[in-house]
């Protein structure tokens, strides 16, 4: 079965950082496309960032641009998302998803092939 698991959420205060994580199973990740992206309660989802599968183009939303950073480890079949600097209108349910095409990612992800559950990213003093 395939399984994408994201992990790593809870809560931080402003300014603080987290480290998201995206674990793929049952198949092998480094042939797809990674993207992260949030829904806050009450609003649409949201496309944060996308990774492509080899050759380490990213693309960052300008929300979240200077403070996220996407990345990946092929080896371990997972993806990341590094979020500093975060601020309470960073706080969502935090989902990921993977596809062949990095298109896909950026203008229509509902079409993406993969999705995780989320986890949620609570951003409060």
């Known amino acids: 079965q395939v399984h994408l698991v994201e992990s790593g959420g809870g809560l931080v205060q402003p300014g603080g950082s987290l480290r998201l994580s995206c674990a793929a199973s049952g198949f092998n990740l480094d042939r797809y496309v990674i993207g992260w992206f949030r829904q806050a309660p009450g609003k649409e989802r949201e496309g944060v960032s996308c990774?492509?599968?080899?050759?380490?183009?990213?693309y960052h939303a300008d929300s979240v641009k200077g403070r996220f950073t996407i990345s990946r480890d092929n080896a371990k079949n997972t993806a990341y998302l590094q979020m500093n600097s975060l601020k309470p209108e960073d706080t969502a349910v935090y989902y990921c998803?993977?596809?062949?095409?990095?298109?896909?990612?950026?203008?229509?992800?509902?079409?993406?092939?993969?999705w995780g559950k989320g986890t949620l990213v609570t951003v409060s003093s």
């Open positions: 998803a993977a596809d062949k095409l990095f298109s896909l990612c950026k203008a229509h992800p509902d079409a993406m092939d993969y």
């Open positions: 990774i492509s599968s080899t050759d380490g183009i990213t």
